[in-house]
């Protein structure tokens, strides 16, 4: 009986006991570990919950450091850096009395790279919960309560735009900076504030909004203006206005201006939505990013990304230890194929008109000058335009914005070597073709009612390829085009481009419009239809760039050289090979040649002494209807150099309303274009 005491006794100790340990464990596993809370803390961290975050630290901490500037001091410095994807891993814990100490490896990526580094948290147990015993060397091992982190940015350089001389156009260097000293406005304040209004274009109100602004002193330099670093006379006359300070500063600037803007373009501040498409690639608020043209089609290439150090510093700004460096990375210089001279020769000469200039070398394909004018002044933009300056430009009539290089337009009687070529290169016409016809005007039959086909000079000898391209026949055209027929035609032009995406297929920098032959994807072209596109007119549109390549390949055995602006070395390449054969090109050239040097060609007046020039004039109507006496006319002349000592040149030329100039349509474009060979 007493051993069965003795027994029960016993199991009763070991059930207490195991009663008892298994409490302990269940309390110790429901126990948050130090490691744990150091868990918690990062967490909080990376969801940037900073109030929180506040919550996890000691007793005493708090009485270090207040919510409101635990929250500001962690919010600056990880905010300020980008800090984000924070991790801690621990390798050790030590316990000292009530105090923990964990030793870890913390990593964070940063806007200047990853930044990572051994360090010890201490932890308190209060309320049994641990607290972390904080003060900021827990966000950086070698920061003190009193120091700073500071990012500073290591400003790359945008690469520059060059011509194939190495001639700058873009490039980065400075501008001036006008800005008002308010405390030296003096007694007339007034009064020198209106001076400064009516010399910059900036209102009054703009001024006066800008020096009353709450961080201005009185010794505060307030800019309002920028101004081009040459314009020296406007700088003078505000210099003699108390108050006036002017500095220079750094900024894109555009050595050619108008001669070249649409091509080029310009920069400016990134907007609100290209900062969210750019999310990801190292663009901040400030970046500076191409808005237009050559600009923003390299953009991926000049854009120059900005380094970045992170670095602690003392109190007084002195820098203590570097953190984190990425290298900024300069943008890469483009080099174009233009001649800048060209490209100045050319705009100044059409300054006044409405229409475009494309020069190309016929044997590589170099563009040597993309003219569009009216224009603009890239540099405007880089300056900052007045809201004035802003509508003037978007509402004026002759379009200064509109790149007409890029766009696609009728052209007239230039299209009828075209219509040659393929003609004689399909074999539906040979250089003894002849249509019998007499007189200025002809329609096939009674069919086509009162509508005809007119052109403007009567002529002797057979009606045949070689006469019709001197004399400009729209008759002959028009007869050969429905010789040739539509299907012939229509895959005679397919075979050279037209309908299809040519800036593409080259790689051109810039978007510019298809050339086309119908205004459906259907060619649905009737007779008389067929017969305008012969000479030009009907639904025939080609971009002056595509025409340029279409035209080399009189010049190259048929072949049409691809066109290209960044400057490159290496063979020729093609757009199309064999566009026409070597036969139908060598005799349209020698046709066109004639055009220039025939006495009765519609282009004598472009004969230059010493210089072989192949061209065809053009007069493009733009008529809604027969009875249209309202629409107005485009005058064209392409042409091209033969055999010019490695100096030729293939000019396609173009003005709209040539109607109003009295030297006349092609001609008016002839003066133009011969400014290139008289010096």
């Given at each position: 009986m007493k051993n069965k005491k003795i027994v029960i006794f016993a199991i009763v100790i070991i059930v207490v006991i195991a009663i008892i340990v298994g409490a302990l464990y269940i309390v110790n596993r429901n126990t948050p570990k130090p490691e744990e809370a150091l868990g918690t803390y990062i967490s909080l961290l990376n969801e940037q919950k900073y109030e929180e975050m506040y919550n996890m630290i000691s007793e005493y901490s708090k009485t270090q450091i207040s919510q409101e500037d635990f929250i500001k001091r962690n919010k600056n410095i990880y905010e300020g850096i980008d800090a984000y994807d924070i991790k801690v891993t621990p390798s050790e814990t030590t316990k000292d009395g009530k105090t923990y100490s964990i030793k870890y490896n913390e990593s964070m990526s940063t806007s200047a790279g990853t930044i990572s580094f051994e360090n010890i948290a201490k932890l308190v147990r209060e309320n049994k919960e641990y607290k972390i015993s904080w003060t900021s060397n827990m966000i950086f091992p070698e920061l003190r309560n009193?120091?700073?982190?500071?990012?500073?940015?290591?400003?790359?350089?945008?690469?520059?735009?060059?011509?194939?001389?190495?001639?700058?156009?873009?490039?980065?260097?400075?501008?001036?900076?006008?800005?008002?000293?308010?405390?030296?406005?003096?007694?007339?304040?007034?009064?020198?504030?209106?001076?400064?209004?009516?010399?910059?274009?900036?209102?009054?109100?703009?001024?006066?909004?800008?020096?009353?602004?709450?961080?201005?002193?009185?010794?505060?330099?307030?800019?309002?203006?920028?101004?081009?670093?040459?314009?020296?006379?406007?700088?003078?006359?505000?210099?003699?206005?108390?108050?006036?300070?002017?500095?220079?500063?750094?900024?894109?600037?555009?050595?050619?201006?108008?001669?070249?803007?649409?091509?080029?373009?310009?920069?400016?501040?990134?907007?609100?939505?290209?900062?969210?498409?750019?999310?990801?690639?190292?663009?901040?608020?400030?970046?500076?990013?191409?808005?237009?043209?050559?600009?923003?089609?390299?953009?991926?290439?000049?854009?120059?990304?900005?380094?970045?150090?992170?670095?602690?510093?003392?109190?007084?700004?002195?820098?203590?230890?570097?953190?984190?460096?990425?290298?900024?990375?300069?943008?890469?210089?483009?080099?174009?194929?233009?001649?800048?001279?060209?490209?100045?020769?050319?705009?100044?000469?059409?300054?006044?008109?409405?229409?475009?200039?494309?020069?190309?070398?016929?044997?590589?394909?170099?563009?040597?000058?993309?003219?569009?004018?009216?224009?603009?002044?890239?540099?405007?933009?880089?300056?900052?335009?007045?809201?004035?300056?802003?509508?003037?430009?978007?509402?004026?009539?002759?379009?200064p914005l509109y790149n007409r290089f890029l766009q696609s337009y009728c052209p007239g009687s230039t299209f009828k070597p075209i219509t040659a070529a393929i003609g004689l290169t399909s074999g539906k016409l040979t250089t003894d073709t002849t249509f019998n016809y007499s007189g200025l005007k002809w329609q096939k039959n009674s069919s086509w009612g009162d509508v005809y086909i007119t052109t403007l000079t009567a002529y002797n000898g057979p009606k045949n390829v070689a006469n019709a391209l001197i004399h400009s026949d729209n008759i002959f055209f028009g007869q050969a085009a429905m010789q040739i027929g539509k299907d012939t035609f229509c895959s005679g032009l397919d075979k050279l481009g037209f309908n299809e995406d040519v800036d593409k297929t080259i790689g051109f920098p810039l978007t510019f419009k298809k050339s086309q032959y119908s205004n459906s994807e259907k060619a649905d072209m009737n007779e008389k239809q067929l017969a305008d596109s012969g000479y030009g007119q009907g639904n025939i549109l080609v971009n002056p760039i595509h025409m340029a390549s279409i035209y080399s390949a009189f010049a190259n055995n048929g072949n049409m050289v691809k066109p290209y602006i960044e400057y490159k070395t290496g063979n020729t390449e093609y757009l199309k090979e064999n566009a026409f054969t070597s036969e139908a090109a060598n005799t349209v050239k020698d046709d066109l040649i004639q055009v220039v040097e025939n006495p009765e060609g519609t282009a004598t007046d472009m004969k230059v002494p010493g210089v072989t020039i192949a061209g065809k004039t053009g007069t493009a109507e733009l008529k809604n209807s027969s009875t249209d006496t309202e629409s107005g006319t485009l005058g064209w002349f392409d042409c091209f150099t033969v055999n010019n000592n490695d100096n030729d040149m293939l000019i396609i030329g173009m003005v709209e309303n040539t109607q109003n100039n009295s030297s006349g349509g092609s001609h008016y474009v002839i003066k133009k274009i011969k400014s290139l060979f008289i010096k």
């Open positions: 009193t120091d700073k982190v500071r990012v500073s940015t290591l400003s790359a350089k945008r690469g520059e735009i060059l011509d194939r001389n190495g001639a700058k156009l873009a490039q980065n260097g400075s501008i001036s900076s006008v800005g008002i000293v308010p405390g030296k406005l003096g007694e007339n304040k007034t009064e020198n504030i209106s001076k400064i209004s009516e010399l910059t274009g900036v209102s009054t109100d703009y001024i006066n909004t800008q020096i009353s602004a709450s961080y201005v002193k009185d010794d505060t330099f307030v800019p309002i203006k920028k101004v081009s670093a040459d314009n020296t006379e406007l700088k003078s006359k505000l210099l003699e206005i108390p108050g006036i300070k002017i500095t220079s500063v750094d900024a894109r600037v555009y050595p050619l201006g108008e001669e070249a803007a649409h091509l080029i373009g310009y920069v400016q501040a990134i907007s609100a939505e290209e900062l969210k498409q750019k999310e990801g690639k190292g663009y901040n608020s400030s970046s500076i990013i191409g808005k237009a043209g050559l600009e923003q089609a390299y953009e991926d290439t000049l854009r120059g990304i900005d380094g970045t150090e992170i670095y602690i510093a003392d109190e007084n700004g002195n820098k203590l230890k570097t953190l984190a460096t990425q290298d900024k990375k300069d943008g890469t210089d483009v080099k174009l194929t233009i001649d800048s001279g060209i490209q100045k020769n050319l705009y100044n000469q059409m300054k006044n008109d409405k229409g475009f200039f494309v020069v190309m070398n016929p044997t590589t394909g170099e563009l040597l000058a993309t003219v569009s004018t009216p224009s603009y002044n890239s540099n405007d933009f880089v300056l900052g335009m007045t809201s004035s300056k802003w509508e003037e430009l978007n509402n004026d009539e002759s379009k």
